[in-house]
């Protein structure tokens, strides 16, 4: 079976950190680009951090940049989102994606609606005190 699991959420308080974990089941997570995603209640879903196969790219969304930190560690098969300083307006659903095509993180980030590959089912992050 191939899928993407997610892991790390759960609820902070303001100014906390999580670090949130996207695996994957059934194929190679290190040949592709991985990105993280989020959507809120009453939102579309956004990407906010993408990284290329060779850790060699990554894009942030400016909601996040400086905050959140998008990582891979090949050997694990394991891509990794960082987050320090939450606010409560990142509380969302959190799902990682992992995308065959040969194109830019850039692109993954901008427009989750294109990604060719596989998504994970999210993960709850709740930024509350």
């Known amino acids: 079976q191939l899928q993407l699991v997610e892991s790390g959420g759960g609820l902070v308080q303001p100014g906390g950190s999580l670090r949130l974990s996207c695996a994957a089941t059934g194929f190679l997570l290190r040949h592709y680009t991985v990105g993280w995603f989020r959507q809120a209640p009453g939102k579309e879903r956004e990407g906010i951090a993408c990284?290329?196969?060779?850790?060699?790219?990554?894009n942030y969304a400016d909601s996040v940049k400086g905050r959140f930190t998008i990582s891979r560690d090949n050997a694990k098969d394991t891509v990794y989102l960082h987050m320090n300083s939450l606010k409560p307006e990142d509380t969302a659903i959190y799902y990682c994606a992992a995308d065959g095509r040969l194109t830019t993180v850039q692109a993954v980030c901008a427009r989750p609606e294109d990604v060719v590959g596989y998504w994970g089912p999210g993960t709850q992050v709740t930024v509350s005190s």
């Open positions: 990284i290329n196969a060779e850790s060699t790219s990554t």
